[in-house]
Structures are given as C-alpha cells and as structure tokens.
C-alpha cells in the first residue's frame, strides 16, 4: 500500500512516519503531486499556524491538488482545519472541502488546550472497534464548529467537532499518532478504509 504524507513544511511529518511504521507501513513524505494523486491513502499532517501553512499550499500548487483527490485522505490538526471553509487563525480561506468555520476558543480556558481529552459520539468506521470518551492527545487554539460533517464530538469551552468526514475526507483534531494505542487503531482503521 502506498501511503502519501504531504510536506509542505507545516506538518510534523516524523511522528505520523513512525506511527505508520509501527502498522507495518512505510510512508513516503512528499510534495510530489504525481506521487500524491497515485497513492492509495494520503494523510495530510499539520502544526503550526493557517495563514502561514496555507501560502505553502498556494506556493506548491497542492491547493489546486488536495480538493481533487479521490483516495481516502486524513487531515490531521491544522491539516483538518485547512479542509474546513475559513478560519478566525489569521482570517484564512481554508480549501473548503469541510462546510465549516473554524473559530478561536473564548479566554475562559487555557488556550492552546494541550493534553489529553475524551472522543464521544463517534459515528464512523475510522472508529471501528474505539470506546465512546477514550483519551485523544491534543493541542489547539481553534476547533472546527459541530456540524452534519461531525463524526466525533469533544468539549472543551464548547463541544467541538473534533471528527469530520465528508466523501473520501477525513479529518482529526486529536494527533492519532500521539494517542497510544487507540489512535494507533484510528490509523489502522484509516489503511482499511
């Protein structure tokens, strides 16, 4: 199986490489659109902050690529974020795959939310064989409004989707790649899809 993890310098690539390989997998790490349109899953990390990632998208041209994409393709953090309409993080237009906004939290919490906390509500195979509120690793500043896109539900502030699917599209707000075993399970169950 040929496994895509787009780089575009705003992905920590590492982990999800290891994590991959830890299922018998060996990901190839690229901004190489041929490679990307032909492999069978791609997994679109990212860390760091919208506007900034989103340029490198434009710069690349994998803006154009990533909406086109008929394989099975998991956004993960600020990847997912980037799948979603338009965020508050720098008043960003994301690629409009997801029909949602993505907001800041309110400063009643601590922001960036960092650690661990509960997945509910889960209504997909990605969640094959996961407990309802099992532990997810996190860290945001924003999160993606529930939505009928929403396949799992966390709250913090307020309930977030921290899940969504539409078509081939899939997006985590949790790092699976730093959840243990349950995201380890997450991640085999993206493979199968």
């Known amino acids: ?11 920590n690539v590492q982990s999800v490489l290891f994590s991959l390989e ?9 901004n190489d659109r041929e490679v990307i349109k032909h492999s069978d899953k791609v997994i ?4 760091g902050e919208a506007e ?25 953090c ?3 974020q980037l799948l979603c309409l338009h965020t508050e993080e720098g008043n960003t237009q994301g690629l409009g795959i997801f029909d949602v906004v993505v907001k800041r939290f309110s400063n009643q919490v601590k922001v960036p939310q ?33 939505s009928n896109e ?10 977030y989707a921290s899940a969504l699917q539409r078509e081939n599209f899939y997006g985590v707000q949790f790092h699976p790649e730093k959840s243990g075993k ?6 085999a169950n993206f493979l199968k899809i």
């Open 52 to 76: 900034s990632a989103m340029k490198k998208l434009k710069d690349s041209g994998l803006d154009v690529l990533i909406p086109t994409l008929k394989q099975p393709v998991l956004g993960i």
């Open 78 to 80: 600020l990847g997912m």
């Open 114 to 146: 960092v650690g661990w906390n509960t997945i509910y509500n889960l209504q997909s195979p990605l969640f094959e064989g996961i407990n309802e509120n099992e532990y997810m690793y996190l860290v945001h500043s924003y999160y993606a409004s529930v």
């Open 44 to 47: 679109f990390p990212g860390v």
């Open 150 to 159: 929403t396949i799992a539900r966390t709250n913090y502030d307020v309930e």
């Open 182 to 187: 349950v995201g380890s399970q997450i991640l």
């Open 22 to 30: 830890r299922l018998g997998i060996t990901g190839i790490v690229t």
């Open 1 to 11: 199986m040929k496994v895509a993890i787009i780089d575009y310098g705003a992905g």
